[in-house]
């Protein structure tokens, strides 16, 4: 639970207000949103076109002519949840009344909408019987709305006034911007503040759904859109809205109790008793090597810095980590895997990367078509995107991805870094034979995701939700990466390009962040775990690999509070200078994130908050206080806690053990 924040002291009587707005508890979602009470009483009652339906903590109103909602807190506040549709609906047609509350129709539009209470919640399902689109629900639109929740990588709370995130797109922010549900954010939710109260909005359709930004009066709204396509399988639209107690964290934990209500939240623990390997990522920070870092000595010489967990990986060029490599690496107690990718595929004969070449005619055969029949061109202009349903028709007789992995695999790796499969970038394909929607896309990239899980530590890029019970680990949800990043990776003069092959400086060469991309990404007053509190204790989240710890100098204070705060590994490439040079940091850093992590890697994030009203120092609370972490981001000393350090407390701890990362380390 998180205790009373207003008994921390405060500044100013503006700090006190929004730190108590952050004071009730986040074990709502374990409890309120699975009342039996909203439930026995779903019916409501309709009056004209007034439909109202209890929720956990008051009462909704949907307005059936325009689909504007509303809601009726318990203390009799009254808070707008979205204003009507976008472009109007035209005539609804007669309400009919269900048992747990009511349906009626959209005949101009095409559409059949139900609405009813569900564990809690509002449930608002549209079905469309036409291609076409509507704009709802419309967000942020109350007075009171005071700040936005964006799971934007590992997560942003955003105050709606924020004058940086009102500016577009090209500066930093987001007015302007829409970003697709399932690709374009790390969950498939956002929610607001609105004081001591709040909202969660859920989309648990998000294939064909985008969120979309917008600066009114200086007020940062959000309006969501959804694509009704029966092409692609899109003709349904859900939507569900929960009552928060305004902690900016909320809309995850809501999400994280929607996931564990319907069977579909993973567990590490589980994991791990499945597959004892799973174990090892307990305490481990993340790391591709290079050149002598990948060689048996250079195992040796991580073990001799006192390194006890790591995980290393390997990209599958010409010289992979071979076999001593390998035993060396797991006598050690580390995880060993290659980085492989099923979605890319060139011609054999002048592929540049052997993960793209595949044996007969998978390249052509296998590539995804559009509509007009021409392939879909792959990542970086290479060859195709590979289709995953070929590959699922395929497998029981060529056993294509079988072979692949297990010659990957042949040097003893025990675990598998799977590049993309889990991202929300799925297709369309329209390639004869095997045809399939984004979300065939995506069943068919889980199931072999499944398979690799049986028997290999699995990973894959920025874990989409739906990953979250086959993945034990992810590269890529804990970075919120803005538009901007990828203009900066392609200025290869500035970012660096992949030679030398031993050390490519796009992966080694330190960078300097632009002022707006770094306030975008790692600015700590906006930036809050709504990944970890979602699916924390389901799988180990880490950031992109291609931003290791030593990639942008500048950050690494803030990355190594955030990454302690958050109990997330924090993720490197190592080559033998490297190792030389910041071996010893690298090392006093694991040692302190170690015990940690295999206290409370696989428990729930239960708490967050701020202690200060400038948002400088925060708190996290994993599971029943099996851990408590404090990090203190400004320059100034909090609770004799320094600026530029954390304090993280073991329920078995007599005192808190401190960290200052900028100090020297080892």
Not at 236 to 252: I, K
Not at 259 to 276: D, E, F, T, V, Y
Not at 397 to 422: I, P, W
Request: charged letters at 25%.
């Amino acid at each position: 639970m998180i205790s009373d924040a207003s008994k921390s002291p405060q500044g100013t009587g503006r700090s006190r207000t929004a730190t108590r707005v952050l004071a009730a508890s986040l074990a709502l979602t374990a409890t309120a949103f699975g009342v039996a009470g909203c439930d026995s009483a779903a019916a409501g009652t309709l009056e004209g076109s007034r439909l109202e339906l209890p929720v956990a903590g008051g009462t909704a109103v949907i307005d059936t002519a325009s689909l504007a909602v509303s809601a009726r807190t318990a203390s009799g506040r009254a808070l707008v949840l979205s204003g009507p549709a976008g472009g109007g609906l035209g005539k609804p047609g007669p309400v009919t009344r269900t048992a747990r509350g009511a349906r009626w129709s959209y005949p101009d539009k095409g559409l059949e909408v139900t609405a009813g209470s569900e564990r809690g919640r509002l449930r608002i399902k549209l079905r469309a019987d036409r291609d076409g689109s509507v704009s709802w629900p419309v967000t942020g639109t109350d007075r009171a709305a005071s700040a936005v929740q964006i799971p934007r990588g590992e997560g942003l709370d955003i105050p709606v006034k924020d004058a940086f995130w009102n500016a577009g797109p090209e500066k930093g922010g987001l007015a302007g911007s829409t970003v697709d549900m399932g690709e374009g954010l790390a969950l498939p939710l956002w929610g607001y503040s609105m004081g001591s109260a709040g909202v969660s909005y859920l989309t648990p359709t998000d294939l064909g759904t985008s969120l979309r930004f917008a600066s009114t009066g200086g007020r940062l709204r959000t309006t969501a859109a959804h694509a009704f396509d029966a092409g692609e399988g899109t003709r349904d639209y859900e939507v569900s809205f929960a009552l928060t107690d305004g902690n900016p964290v909320a809309p995850a934990a809501d999400y994280r109790s929607y996931l564990a209500q319907r069977g579909k939240l993973g567990s590490l623990r589980r994991k791990i008793r499945q597959n004892p390997a799973n174990g090892k990522l307990l305490g481990a920070f993340h790391a591709y090597v290079w050149g002598d870092a990948r060689t048996a000595s250079g195992v040796a010489g991580l073990k001799r810095l006192g390194v006890d967990r790591m995980w290393l990986g390997y990209d599958a060029g010409p010289d992979p980590m071979n076999a001593a490599a390998v035993r060396a690496a797991k006598k050690a107690g580390y995880l060993v895997g290659p980085y492989d990718t099923f979605a890319n595929g060139q011609d054999p004969k002048s592929a540049d990367s052997p993960t793209s070449a595949w044996p007969g005619r998978v390249y052509p055969d296998f590539c995804i078509r559009k509509a007009d029949g021409t392939p879909e061109t792959g990542f970086g202009n290479r060859g195709c995107y590979l289709s995953s349903r070929a590959f699922e028709k395929a497998e029981p007789r060529k056993h294509y991805l079988a072979d692949r992995t297990r010659s990957m695999v042949a040097n003893g790796a025990d675990s598998y870094f799977l590049d993309v499969d889990a991202t929300g970038e799925v297709f369309r394909d329209h390639g004869k034979g095997h045809e399939m929607t984004k979300a065939g896309d995506r069943a068919m990239r889980l199931a072999r995701m499944r398979r690799l899980s049986e028997n290999l530590v699995l990973g894959s890029e920025s874990a989409q939700p739906w990953a979250n019970q086959v993945l034990a680990y992810d590269h890529g949800s804990g970075t919120p990466a803005a538009d901007g990043l990828w203009k900066l990776e392609r200025d290869r003069k500035t970012w660096g390009g992949y030679f030398p092959a031993k050390a490519p400086g796009a992966f080694f060469k330190p960078v300097k962040l632009p002022a707006e991309l770094a306030t975008a990404m790692y600015d700590p007053k906006y930036r809050v775990p709504l990944y970890e509190t979602a699916l924390h204790g389901s799988l180990v989240n880490a950031e992109r690999w291609e931003l290791s710890y030593e990639k942008l100098p500048e950050q690494k204070t803030t990355r190594a509070l955030l990454a302690m705060l958050y109990n997330t590994p924090l993720n490197y490439v190592l080559d033998g200078p490297t190792l030389e040079k910041k071996g010893r940091e690298m090392a006093a850093l694991q040692k302190y994130f170690s015990p940690l992590h295999r206290a409370a890697g696989t428990e729930q994030l239960t708490s967050f908050r701020w202690l200060t009203g400038d948002r400088s120092v925060q708190r996290t609370v994993f599971g029943d206080g099996t851990l408590t972490v404090t990090a203190n981001f400004g320059s100034r000393a909090h609770d004799g806690l320094p600026g530029g350090c954390v304090d993280a407390k073991l329920r078995t701890d007599d005192k808190p053990r401190r960290l200052c990362p900028a100090q020297p380390q080892g």
